[in-house]
Nanobody, 113 residues
Framework: QVQFVESGGGSVQPGRSLKLSCAASGNIASVNGMAWYRQAPGDQRLWVATISNSGRTWYGDSVKGRFTISRDNTTNLVYLQMNNLRPGDTAIYYC???????WGQGTQVTVSS
């Protein structure tokens, strides 16, 4: 089983940046990659980005070119660098493994002027 603790969220103005962190613990060796998801108020949880164990990345269309997913395999940390944030990026952000495990608490990101 793998567990996740997300951090780094906050309230920022449009156009600013944030970097989220995810600390993964447990049976990390069993997963094929890591991913970020987000859930806006009243909406379903949506996929944002994935990074494979080899470092290959994929992004959702709404964040492509603005967000960057990365990982540090020595510390089991996964990051999401978010640039040029928009009000539509407001959500609770979660990380999870591929295949997915239990969800953590997430970290709130609010983008507002």
């Amino acid at each position: 089983q793998v567990q996740f603790v997300e951090s780094g969220g906050g309230s920022v103005q449009p156009g600013r940046s944030l970097k989220l962190s995810c600390a993964a613990s447990g049976n990390i060796a069993s997963v094929n990659g890591m991913a970020w998801y987000r859930q806006a108020p009243g909406d379903q949880r949506l996929w944002v980005a994935t990074i494979s164990n080899s470092g290959r990345t994929w992004y959702g269309d709404s964040v492509k070119g603005r967000f960057t997913i990365s990982r540090d395999n020595t510390t089991n940390l996964v990051y999401l660098q978010m640039n040029n944030l928009r009000p539509g990026d407001t959500a609770i952000y979660y990380c999870n493994s591929v295949p997915s495990a239990s969800w953590g608490q997430g970290t709130q990101v609010t983008v507002s002027s």
